[in-house]
């Protein structure tokens, strides 16, 4: 979960200066946890105390103001027994993380994807959005090779993952859709060396780069492993409860391994 994290915090000072080069300070002067990471903590805090998808994150909201919300989401966060209003946005996809470490097996992965991103976001785009990154990265956990993740993720959703970084930088732009976000995120990080490397192709792609970067990130994770500089630069850019959360989330699974 840190990776994503870290993926936001790199991201955040890309997301209103885009940029289409890999040559960048992964943590650049500015850069913050934004609502990717309040949002993905949230979760993780659900998952271990059984809690309410849809209150935990509303809580947050509330404790962690103006990290950068989209407009219909900060209403429903802030709107008591508001229902989920359609978004086909990707904010489904940036903070479903924690499950793929949660679920015990795919059914339970996709049931919990589903119901995270549902509480809000539940467009059909949205739901597969956040299935798809859960389920990339539970594949991932258990050993599936990239390409055979690739070819399990492109047939399942209907995305096209073929294009390769370089290209999808050629023609991309800001998208806040899960349609246009998670298939470009998922290439960038199975197209990479190692986590850096995986983020950079992110930020890279000149879009929504925070988000871009905490799917990334979070894939990235599992598959290359994360530098503990990284590590240490995200965990100290969070505060004391975001610190502690995702330090109890991460032992609660080292403790169930």
């Not at 905490?214 to 290359?224: M, S």
Request: aromatic share 8%; glycine share 10%.
């Amino acid at each position: 979960m840190l990776g994503a994290i870290a993926g936001d915090i790199i991201g955040s000072i890309y997301e209103a200066a885009p940029i289409r080069t890999k040559d960048f300070a992964l943590f650049g002067p500015g850069v913050r946890f934004t609502d990717d990471t309040v949002c993905t903590v949230a979760l993780a805090d659900a998952l271990m105390q059984g809690a309410d998808f849809a209150a935990t994150l509303r809580a947050y909201v509330r404790r962690y103001s103006g990290r950068g919300y989209g407009g219909m989401f900060r209403r429903w966060a802030t709107t008591p027994g508001m229902p989920a209003y359609g978004s086909w946005g990707n904010g489904a996809a940036m903070r479903v993380g924690p499950i793929a470490h949660w679920a015990r097996d795919e059914a339970e992965l996709l049931r919990l994807a589903a119901a995270s991103a549902a509480v809000s976001h539940d467009h059909p785009d949205a739901i597969a959005g956040a299935q798809a990154v859960a389920l990339a990265m539970w594949l991932a956990q258990g050993g599936t090779d990239r390409s055979a993740i690739r070819a399990l993720i492109a047939r399942r959703f209907g995305y096209d993952l073929q294009e390769s970084v370089e290209q999808i930088r050629s023609w991309y732009g800001f998208d806040v859709s899960c349609k246009g976000t998670v298939p470009p995120a998922i290439v960038c990080a199975l197209e990479a060396s190692d986590y850096q490397d995986a983020v950079r192709n992110a930020v890279s792609l000149g879009g929504d780069s925070d988000t871009l970067a905490c799917i990334t990130g979070g894939l990235a994770e599992i598959l290359y492993g994360l530098p503990d500089d990284v590590a240490r630069e995200a965990r100290a850019l969070l505060d004391d409860h975001l610190r502690d959360v995702v330090d109890r989330f991460q032992a609660r699974l080292a403790g169930d391994a």
